[in-house]
């Protein structure tokens, strides 16, 4: 009885060190005084490691209680072959866990073979920093990645405008363009920090013409997503529609033709596959995850959730 508990005091104990480390790392910036490389981590997966640390922790920590219940302790003294039979069914319970942590890591956040291509071509570091991986994102799309036919895709731009516009890929392009390292912050944990290419939405808006009264911008994506900023917010910052990641063009898998890059927003902002953008006097639009309750400003330093 006491090897066991002494077995499993250990294993928590790795776990907890795991659960802390993996944790001071989700909050790298914790990291800079101390001349880290730490933007070149893989925030995801570390992000992966840290809830999975902690969930095992739970799991263990409620074994270890069940051991130290007196009538599972007189299992043990008053039959021997029961009390194998419960350690078994432990041991059993730890594996299955372990084994499903690791399948949910190797089939549901491995990364395609596409994203890995991209890895060896893609901009490292850009004016003396170091930049995350384009592989450095959870997939947490409502309806998974997105294929658009370029061919085929227009942007439009509608509300109150005084022109409605309707623009293929390469007139959106046709905009002069901008390069910005931001970093993405999800509010699962992780976080990316990557050089972003793109044109600024103000520029689309100033050519389709703002009417008075507009006080909102609303992204709509071709999945159904939507999400809204304020019209001040996306002009006094210039927020960029980014068409490249770390120098590539963006994959399908991370927003192909066009993600919003909503510096100091929480990533739901951060709206991918973007095809229309809509003008508005209607500050209270809610998006996919407003309408489930997330803050309707998004701002990093306010609540993720609306009160």
């Not at 432990?90 to 890995?116: C, D, R, V």
């Not at 399908?252 to 229309?276: C, I, L, S």
Request: proline fraction near 3%; glycine fraction near 6%; charged fraction near 20%.
């Amino acid at each position: 009885m006491a090897k066991i508990k002494k077995i499993l005091i250990i294993a928590i104990v790795i776990c907890f060190t795991v659960l802390s480390l993996a944790g001071i790392l989700k909050f790298h910036e914790l990291l800079k005084p101390f001349n880290i490389p730490y933007n070149n981590l893989p925030m995801s997966q570390i992000s992966v490691l840290h809830d999975w640390a902690g969930l095992t922790l739970i799991f263990l920590i409620l074994i270890h209680l069940i051991v130290q219940r007196s009538w599972f302790t007189g299992q043990f003294k008053k039959n021997k072959k029961g009390s194998t039979k419960i350690l078994f069914l432990i041991l059993i319970g730890i594996g299955t866990f372990l084994l499903a942590s690791f399948l949910i890591n190797k089939y549901l956040f491995q990364q395609p073979e596409s994203i890995k291509k991209l890895e060896s071509i893609e901009i490292k570091d850009y004016q003396g920093e170091n930049l995350s991986s384009i592989s450095d994102f959870r997939e947490n799309s409502i309806k998974g990645p997105q294929n658009i036919d370029i061919k085929n895709y227009v942007l439009n731009i509608d509300g109150l405008v005084d022109k409605k516009l309707s623009l293929t890929y390469d007139q959106v392009l046709n905009h002069n363009q901008y390069t910005k390292i931001v970093t993405l912050n999800c509010v699962e944990g992780w976080s990316a920090k990557i050089l972003w290419q793109g044109v600024l939405i103000k520029d689309l808006l100033t050519e389709a013409g703002i009417k008075p009264g507009s006080n909102t911008v609303i992204f709509y994506a071709v999945d159904g997503y939507s999400s809204s900023l304020s019209l001040d917010y996306v002009t006094n910052n210039n927020i960029t529609l980014a068409y490249k990641i770390n120098g590539v063009v963006i994959p399908p898998e991370r927003g192909f033709p066009f993600q919003v890059v909503a510096e100091d927003k929480w990533g739901y902002k951060w709206v991918k596959w973007v095809t229309k953008i809509e003008v508005s006097n209607d500050p209270n639009y809610k998006g996919y995850w407003e309408n489930a309750g997330y803050n309707q400003n998004g701002d990093l330093k306010g609540s993720k959730y609306e009160n």
